[in-house]
């Protein structure tokens, strides 16, 4: 279900409807004051605000918010009911998507690749996203894939068994 103008004036009472737009690429919702660049897609029930700016290849969508002055650019992908506010970047081929967080991600700058802790139960290594339950049992298949040698590997494993800990003390339940 697609929102409605009418959604959006409820949603943001002190604009009008002339405010407001729909992205030709995708048909999501653009305030006056956010700029969205044609190649970028803004599509589903996304919204893009305030002076937010939208432009590459980047894509928003699902139900997905881009506000403030915050920035996605690049081949990023904001979806689901991801907030991207203030003056956050999401740049490169950058995900970000699922809950809103309560605190900021958990993230490792590797020496091969980067670990982020992407969603509640997800952690990314590079472009690899699995769950915390899932990445024990994959540094070594993967880390040869990529050429990393046998120390190479333990040091993401340590990094790997960190960033799940914290993940399941922040977030018990997830």
Same mark, same amino acid.
């Given at each position: 279900?697609?929102?409605?103008?009418? =959604?959006?004036?409820?949603?943001?009472?002190?604009?009008?409807?002339?405010? @407001?737009?729909?992205?030709?690429?995708?048909?999501? @919702?653009? =305030?006056?004051?956010?700029?969205?660049?044609?190649?970028?897609?803004?599509?589903?029930?996304? $919204?893009?605000?305030?002076?937010?700016?939208?432009?590459?290849?980047? *894509?928003?969508?699902?139900?997905?918010?881009?506000?403030?002055?915050?920035?996605?650019?690049?081949?990023? =992908?904001?979806?689901?009911?991801?907030?991207?506010?203030?003056?956050?970047?999401?740049?490169?081929?950058?995900?970000?998507?699922?809950?809103?967080?309560?605190?900021?991600?958990?993230?490792? *700058?590797?020496?091969?690749?980067?670990?982020?802790?992407?969603?509640?139960?997800?952690?990314?290594?590079?472009?690899?996203?699995?769950?915390?339950?899932? @990445?024990?049992?994959?540094?070594?298949?993967?880390?040869? $894939?990529?050429?990393?040698?046998?120390?190479?590997?333990?040091?993401?494993?340590?990094?790997?068994?960190?960033?799940?800990?914290?993940?399941?003390?922040?977030?018990?339940?997830?």
């Amino acid at each position: 279900m697609s929102v409605t103008i009418e =959604q959006i004036m409820q949603w943001f009472p002190d604009t009008s409807a002339s405010d @407001w737009h729909q992205h030709a690429n995708g048909g999501g @919702w653009v =305030q006056r004051t956010a700029s969205v660049a044609d190649s970028a897609r803004v599509f589903g029930n996304a $919204q893009v605000s305030g002076n937010a700016r939208v432009f590459g290849n980047a *894509q928003v969508f699902g139900d997905a918010r881009v506000s403030g002055n915050a920035r996605a650019f690049g081949n990023a =992908q904001v979806f689901g009911d991801a907030r991207v506010f203030g003056n956050a970047q999401v740049s490169g081929d950058a995900w970000v998507f699922g809950n809103a967080w309560e605190v900021s991600p958990l993230f490792i *700058q590797g020496h091969k690749h980067s670990l982020s802790l992407c969603a509640h139960n997800k952690i990314a290594v590079g472009c690899k996203v699995h769950t915390l339950d899932e @990445w024990p049992e994959m540094p070594e298949e993967i880390g040869k $894939q990529h050429g990393y040698s046998h120390l190479d590997i333990e040091v993401y494993r340590l990094h790997l068994a960190h960033m799940a800990k914290v993940a399941r003390l922040l977030w018990p339940t997830k």
